[in-house]
């Protein structure tokens, strides 16, 4: 099996692990180095992520890579996205209404950087709130985001 296709069956292993606990795939990487590998995996859940949370996963993760015997020695790194995880889609941006975020959006060429509570989103628009103000950011324009506590 090349290394590819190694690659592709843990990464398998890690969706379906967390779909048997109920918990998300936030973003995973697999790092194969001889018989010495990495698997870095952050999880998630709409009520959050706790530490017994990473534990839990972490031991089915573990007993599920060596049952089926994918690979000889490997250390493990299970984490949450963390308070200020990167909002990467329209959804996440509905999912944490009301919840503060920098936003850092390019209109007309120009770069800006907008700090404030997720008041709304409205189709492709987020309104980010910040004192009595209000700035309407179309999704497009955003370059990157991220809780901001």
Do not use: W
């Not at 398998?12 to 990495?38: H, M, Q």
């Not at 492709?124 to 955003?142: P, Q």
């Amino acid at each position: 099996m090349d290394g590819n296709s190694r690659i592709e069956e843990i990464q398998d292993v890690i969706r379906a692990v967390a779909a048997d606990l109920g918990y998300l795939i936030y973003e995973s990487a697999v790092y194969l180095k001889g018989e010495n590998s990495k698997l870095s995996v952050k999880i998630d859940h709409l009520g959050g992520i706790s530490h017994s949370d990473c534990e839990a996963y972490s031991r089915a993760l573990s007993q599920r890579l060596d049952d089926e015997a994918l690979l000889p020695n490997y250390m493990l790194e299970i984490s949450s996205p963390g308070l200020t995880r990167k909002i990467r889609s329209l959804d996440e941006f509905i999912r944490f209404t009301g919840s503060k975020a920098k936003v850092v959006f390019e209109r007309a060429g120009k770069r800006e950087s907008q700090t404030g509570i997720i008041a709304a989103v409205t189709g492709d628009e987020i309104e980010l709130r910040e004192g009595e103000g209000v700035i309407v950011i179309r999704y497009g324009e955003v370059v990157r985001a991220n809780l901001d506590f």
